[in-house]
T-cell receptor
Framework: RKEVEQDPGPFNVPEGATVAFNCTYS??????FFWYRQDCRKEPKLLMS???SGNEDGRFTAQLNRASQYISLLIRDSKLSDSATYLC?????????????FGKGTKLSVKP | EAGVAQSPRYKIIEKRQSVAFWCNPI?????LYWYQQILGQGPKLLIQ????????DSQLPKDRFSAERLKGVDSTLKIQPAKLEDSAVYLC?????????FGSGTQLSVL
């Protein structure tokens, strides 16, 4: 089983749609969770951290389910500019100072 | 605030040649990472430094890849000799904690 798994997509949605991505992780000792966004031919950039209680940042909502070992990202009212690849990142806190593992990413394409 | 600087931006070499990449992290960031990102995949950690010491190099192909971080600031990643499967984007990232700040990467093509 891969350490961090994501549906590669692509997810093709119209503007204004709501779209959700899931990500599963295999290491139950994982302590830190993030969503990064990567535009085509660009470097990844942190979108948001994922907290145990769930958190929201504008149109983006992230949730963590430790029992089932998955995290999710919900995007409401999709914009054309949301088109990108969304990378799920899971980390351990400990001697490796984080040891962040990236998923392969889920590609989102928002159409007019 | 200046970001993570990397050079060169692109590099094309033939197999069996050598290549080196340079990274200057954000000032004050003690942790520096080198990632390899093959097209269609997520970044894969090659090596992690804390100041100038290696924290994790378990996925670095040490027969051909080497990296150093002198004086705990700049870092270089070298591949010698390169193979076709080394074609990828090499991303440098620095971090004050767990959140990563990436450079623009070096796109390597091995022909």
């Amino acid at each position: 089983r891969k350490e961090v798994e994501q549906d590669p997509g692509p997810f093709n949605v119209p503007e204004g749609a709501t779209v959700a991505f899931n990500c599963t992780y295999s290491n139950s000792a994982s302590q830190s969770f993030f969503w990064y966004r990567q535009d085509c031919r660009k470097e990844p950039k942190l979108l948001m951290s994922v907290y145990s209680s769930g958190n929201e940042d504008g149109r983006f909502t992230a949730q963590l389910n430790r029992a089932s070992q998955y995290i999710s990202l919900l995007i409401r009212d999709s914009k054309l500019s949301d088109s990108a690849t969304y990378l799920c990142v899971v980390g351990l806190i400990g001697g490796s100072q984080g040891n962040l593992i990236f998923g392969k990413g889920t590609k989102l394409s928002v159409k007019p | 605030e200046a970001g993570v600087a990397q050079s060169p931006r692109y590099k094309i070499i033939e197999k069996r040649q050598s290549v080196a990449f340079w990274c200057n992290p954000i000032s004050g960031h003690a942790t520096l990472y080198w990632y390899q990102q093959i097209l269609g995949q997520g970044p894969k950690l090659l090596i992690q430094f804390q100041n100038n010491g290696v924290v994790d190099d378990s996925q670095l192909p040490k027969d051909r890849f080497s990296a150093e971080r002198l004086k705990g600031v700049d870092s270089t990643l070298k591949i010698q000799p390169a193979k076709l499967e080394d074609s990828a984007v090499y991303l440098c990232a620095s971090s004050p904690g767990l959140k990563l700040f990436f450079g623009s990467g070096t796109q390597l093509s091995v022909l």
